[in-house]
């Protein structure tokens, strides 16, 4: 019987789920958690935004080009696409399912290696962390027999 994952993750939080087959539910693999990425940006860094010189007599301040929550979102993102590799290395799947926000969704899909992606077969756009295991199961059903 093939074995499907189930991520369901945001940019703090992620769990993943296994399904074993039809009529055998959802088994809670692991669950990774990303603080970091709840901060706000000022928690995040430790020095105020740098001064150069600006048009004419005034003098502006240097905006970081990636914001610390968004690094710290990708850095979460690039977590969880090493987990879904080392499970696609080690055949603990055959296909995945993702269900995580859209700019989440976005950065995911971005760390993803070929293969791995080429496993995700469904794709949710919603933050579903919070989300009780029996209405999870609900939402599944299109895709999944629980």
């Known amino acids: 019987m093939a074995i499907t994952w189930i991520l369901v993750a945001n940019a703090s939080l992620a769990k993943l ?50 914001y610390p929550k968004d690094h710290e979102a990708k850095v979460f993102a690039q977590e969880i696409a090493q987990e879904l590799y080392r ?33 995700v077969t469904d794709r949710f756009d919603k933050d579903y962390t919070k989300t009780p295991e029996p209405r999870l199961r609900e939402h599944l059903a299109s895709c999944l027999y629980l």
């Open 87 to 119: 499970g696609r290395a080690n055949n603990a799947f055959a296909r995945a399912i993702v269900m995580a926000p859209p700019a989440f969704m976005g950065m995911l899909n971005a760390e993803l290696d070929p293969p791995t992606a080429q496993l």
């Open 17 to 66: 789920y296994a399904n074993l087959g039809p009529n055998k539910g959802l088994t809670l693999v692991k669950e990774l958690i990303h603080p970091a990425s709840r901060q706000k940006n000022s928690q995040l860094v430790t020095d105020r935004s740098g001064a150069m010189a600006g048009p004419g007599n005034g003098q502006g301040s240097m905006q970081p080009q990636t």
